[in-house]
């Protein structure tokens, strides 16, 4: 009898330990699973768009067990909507102005990381046969920007009082339907980034009229942000600090070389002296800095003064409530 215990203990024990080593093991490979993040990305083929393609590309989400499913946009509420909505994880190179504004009225986002400092990507133009040479010209004339509370309204509001013109300012969308609406006469100035439309002006077909860059009061504002969906980052604020660290990662090596010259030509469709001059003259890395939100005191006298916020807001509560910054120091 006490023969038999002893061997039913013992395949009882045998029995506790296999079970544990397969809750090791299936744990284990739970934890190996990758994690999958929603992300929104507007205008496919500028520059800093192709980050995430990078990253990808390199594999740099891989090695953070990330899987990344990516909806491009064309920038402006169709890229912060759906983050806001919660069916997207993050939102990328959103106007800083309209993340303010949505913040504002109570929707759940939060600032990961910087974006863009300052404007040197943006440019205006008009058909080469206008009489219009500059954005002094422009009055009474029709003036385009992608969509209220983008990074581009912020540049043509802020340059327009700056140089004291009085056009008519139109959202157009994209760059692609922006350089139509311009080539067929239906609005005046168009706007756009590389590597749109630097074809049409070194073939004499367009002529840039302005760049952000001549806005003296944004150079050292952040005017585009990385915004993640407030819920979603309190769930898995794990996954969305290795993203940014995979980003990070991403903007480092598209500036190590020129290896990355090559995958943005094929991103974009354009000629590889396009896609250098892309990256070389209108992208310098320091504006493209994740670690700080340059400028917010700025950054909300605007949004007061352009109707984007009701009630003055500061900067130190801005701070602490919609600014979680996650990039690496």
């Given at each position: 009898?006490?023969?038999?215990?002893?061997?039913?203990?013992?395949?009882?024990?045998?029995?506790?330990?296999?079970?544990?080593?397969?809750?090791?093991?299936?744990?284990?490979?739970?934890?190996?699973?990758?994690?999958?993040?929603?992300?929104?990305?507007?205008?496919?083929?500028f520059w800093n768009s192709s980050f995430v393609e990078f990253a990808l590309r390199?594999?740099?989400?891989?090695?953070?067990?990330?899987?990344?499913?990516?909806?491009?946009?064309?920038?402006?509420?169709?890229?912060?909507?759906?983050?806001?909505?919660?069916?997207?994880?993050?939102?990328?190179?959103?106007?800083?102005?309209?993340?303010?504004?949505?913040?504002?009225?109570?929707?759940?986002?939060?600032?990961?990381?910087?974006?863009?400092?300052?404007?040197?990507?943006?440019?205006?133009?008009?058909?080469?046969?206008?009489?219009?040479?500059?954005?002094?010209?422009?009055?009474?004339?029709?003036?385009?920007?992608?969509?209220?509370?983008?990074?581009?309204?912020?540049?043509?509001?802020?340059?327009?009082?700056?140089?004291?013109?009085?056009?008519?300012?139109?959202?157009?969308?994209?760059?692609?339907?922006?350089?139509?609406?311009?080539?067929?006469?239906?609005?005046?100035?168009?706007?756009?980034?590389?590597?749109?439309?630097?074809?049409?002006?070194?073939?004499?077909?367009?002529?840039?009229?302005?760049?952000?860059?001549?806005?003296?009061?944004?150079?050292?504002?952040?005017?585009?942000?990385?915004?993640?969906?407030?819920?979603?980052?309190?769930?898995?604020?794990?996954?969305?600090?290795?993203?940014?660290?995979?980003?990070?990662?991403?903007?480092?090596?598209?500036?190590?070389?020129?290896?990355?010259?090559?995958?943005?030509?094929?991103?974009?469709?354009?000629?590889?002296?396009?896609?250098?001059?892309?990256?070389?003259?209108?992208?310098?890395?320091?504006?493209?800095?994740?670690?700080?939100?340059?400028?917010?005191?700025?950054?909300?006298?605007?949004?007061?003064?352009?109707?984007?916020?009701?009630?003055?807001?500061?900067?130190?509560?801005?701070?602490?409530?919609?600014?979680?910054?996650?990039?690496?120091?």
């Amino acid at each position: 009898m006490r023969r038999t215990t002893r061997y039913g203990a013992i395949a009882l024990l045998l029995s506790l330990i296999a079970g544990s080593a397969m809750v090791a093991v299936t744990n284990a490979s739970a934890q190996t699973q990758p994690q999958t993040l929603k992300v929104a990305v507007a205008q496919r083929g500028f520059w800093n768009s192709s980050f995430v393609e990078f990253a990808l590309r390199q594999g740099f989400f891989k090695q953070e067990g990330l899987e990344i499913e990516i909806l491009y946009t064309e920038g402006g509420a169709s890229t912060l909507l759906p983050v806001v909505s919660g069916s997207i994880d993050i939102a990328m190179t959103n106007g800083t102005l309209g993340v303010i504004a949505a913040f504002a009225k109570g929707m759940p986002v939060k600032i990961i990381s910087a974006e863009a400092t300052g404007a040197p990507d943006a440019f205006w133009y008009a058909r080469a046969e206008s009489d219009i040479k500059s954005i002094r010209d422009t009055n009474g004339k029709t003036v385009a920007f992608s969509s209220p509370g983008s990074s581009t309204n912020l540049i043509i509001l802020q340059l327009v009082n700056q140089e004291k013109a009085t056009p008519k300012l139109v959202p157009t969308g994209g760059a692609p339907g922006t350089l139509t609406q311009v080539m067929s006469g239906q609005i005046d100035v168009g706007w756009s980034v590389p590597p749109f439309v630097l074809q049409q002006v070194a073939d004499g077909k367009a002529r840039i009229i302005a760049r952000g860059s001549d806005v003296e009061a944004i150079r050292n504002q952040t005017i585009r942000v990385n915004v993640a969906n407030a819920n979603a980052l309190k769930q898995k604020r794990d996954a969305f600090v290795r993203y940014i660290r995979a980003l990070s990662r991403a903007i480092d090596w598209a500036y190590t070389g020129d290896a990355a010259i090559d995958a943005y030509a094929e991103i974009a469709k354009v000629p590889r002296a396009l896609a250098q001059r892309t990256r070389d003259e209108f992208y310098p890395k320091a504006s493209l800095q994740l670690r700080e939100v340059k400028g917010l005191d700025l950054t909300l006298k605007q949004a007061a003064a352009f109707k984007y916020i009701s009630a003055p807001m500061t900067a130190a509560d801005v701070q602490a409530k919609l600014i979680e910054i996650l990039a690496p120091k």
